[in-house]
């Protein structure tokens, strides 16, 4: 089924602001994850230096938000720590737009590689990841515990910023 509403949305890619916390916090937890992260500890993270959000927004209305990409810098280096796209308007290019503009910011800072984990079954977190030009690095076996208690493995995927 089609959602015609959203398909009129024309969306801006913004940094983080604190008042962000509560529509970040629901945006985690529509995105299938085993912990979804309290508005505590989405504050805790957003107000560690080293962490960058950028936000997925309507371009007329910058408090609604469609998605966001949160990473942590160490020295040259930075891990996303999680991606997540509103889930009525996955496939629209949104998660491929929060993570180009995030690159640059993250180049900006001095990050040369760029790391993350990901579900080896989760595919469309994969298919935006390749698209984007990350290659995985590693494996780690039963890493992850599904909802049905089954274990999946996780991939570590990198991206060289120099290459962009
Ligand atoms: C992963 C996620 C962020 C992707 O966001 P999205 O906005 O739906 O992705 P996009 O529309 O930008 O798609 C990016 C590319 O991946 C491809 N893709 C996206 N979903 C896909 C799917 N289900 N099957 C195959 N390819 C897919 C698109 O075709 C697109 O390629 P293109 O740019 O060449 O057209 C989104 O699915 C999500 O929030 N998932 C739940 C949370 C999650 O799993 N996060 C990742 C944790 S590691």
Redesign the pocket.
């Known amino acids: 089924m089609g959602w015609p509403f959203f398909s009129s949305i024309e969306i801006s890619i913004r940094s983080a602001k604190a008042s962000d916390s509560h529509e970040i916090a629901m945006l985690h937890s529509e ?3 085993s912990h979804p992260w309290s508005v505590e500890e989405i504050e805790g993270l957003m107000t560690d230096q080293a962490v960058l959000t950028d936000i997925a927004c309507d371009s007329r209305k910058s408090d609604r938000l469609f ?1 966001f990409v949160m990473s942590r810098c160490a020295a040259d280096e930075a891990e996303i720590l ?4 509103r889930q009525k ?9 929060l993570i180009e503009a995030h690159l640059p910011k993250l180049t900006q800072k001095g990050v040369k590689i760029l790391y ?4 080896e079954d ?4 994969r ?2 990841y390749d ?1 984007i030009g990350f290659v995985t690095a590693g494996i780690r076996k039963g890493y992850y515990r599904k909802p049905d208690g089954r274990l999946a493995n996780a991939l570590i995927m990198k991206l060289s910023l120099d290459s962009l």
Do not use: D, H, S
């Open positions: 995105g299938g994850f998605g999680t991606i997540a796209v308007t996955r496939g629209k290019g949104y998660g491929r737009r993350l984990e990901v579900e989760n595919k469309p977190a298919a935006l698209k």
